[in-house]
């Protein structure tokens, strides 16, 4: 392999620092983010910036690619640490490492989970990072289906819904009963329910053991899904 040029360590480096000092003002500011705000914190003049990041669209979608890699990455890794035949521990493990992520990284969270920013549309080249978690789910669905753990039930969704999740079976290369894919769906989406309520605050008066809460609605989920115990 031939190593990075100078030039190309030193940009590299001056990117991780900008989406750094990004990241302090998400914290502080929201998706509000300014160019000439960061570069000020940066000691840069303003101009300088644009050579790395044309606009603050830019520097959006790269701090919103690195959210979405990381949540992957916990995510991802929780399920291979379980035992692959206990389906309902994998499940489980998935879901406490995406609220451990975003209990830890709370304003990355709120910029991919949160409300919309305001004329920014996120490229196409969000998506795949995206679908990290929930085809982490789906994996864990398909290998309960392969092994006979997991019975797909005989219900039929009705139309036009099962034919819109058959197509969504098939943008992701999974051949998964209509059906079961959609419990799948409908556990993946209260799941980052329950951790916006929590991270937002909607549930932090009235349920304080916030550990003991999650757990018991994860197990809904599974329960929802089918997922059976180990």
Not at 8 to 14: L, N, P, S, T
Not at 72 to 83: I, K, L, N, S
Not at 188 to 195: K, N, P, R, S, V
Request: charged share 20%.
């Amino acid at each position: 392999m031939v190593a990075p040029s100078l030039r190309a360590r030193v940009r590299a480096g001056m990117i991780d620092e900008i989406k750094a000092v990004a990241r302090r003002h998400l914290a502080t500011d929201g998706a509000n983010l300014s160019l000439r705000a960061v570069a000020r914190d940066m000691g840069m003049v303003s101009s300088a910036i644009y050579r790395y990041f044309p606009s603050r669209d830019d520097l959006l979608t790269a701090l919103i690619l690195d959210a979405y890699e990381a949540l992957g990455d916990a995510v991802e890794a929780a399920d291979a640490g379980a035992d692959r035949a206990d389906l309902r521990g994998r499940w489980h493990a998935a879901c406490r490492a995406a609220r451990s992520w975003a209990l830890a990284h709370p304003a990355e969270y709120a910029l991919l989970y949160g409300s919309p920013v305001p004329g920014y549309a996120a490229p196409d080249d969000t998506v795949a990072p995206a679908q990290r978690p929930p085809v982490t789910l789906v994996g864990i669905l398909r290998d309960g289906v392969a092994a006979g753990l997991l019975t797909p039930s005989g219900e039929e969704l009705p139309e036009p819904l099962r034919s819109e999740v058959a197509e969504l079976g098939a943008l992701i290369a999974v051949d998964l009963p209509p059906a079961l894919l959609a419990r799948g769906m409908a556990g993946w989406t209260q799941l980052f329910g329950l951790i916006s309520f929590e991270l937002f605050g909607r549930i932090n008066r009235t349920l304080p053991h916030r550990d003991e809460y999650f757990d018991h609605q994860t197990g809904l989920m599974a329960d929802l899904i089918g997922l059976p115990a180990a």
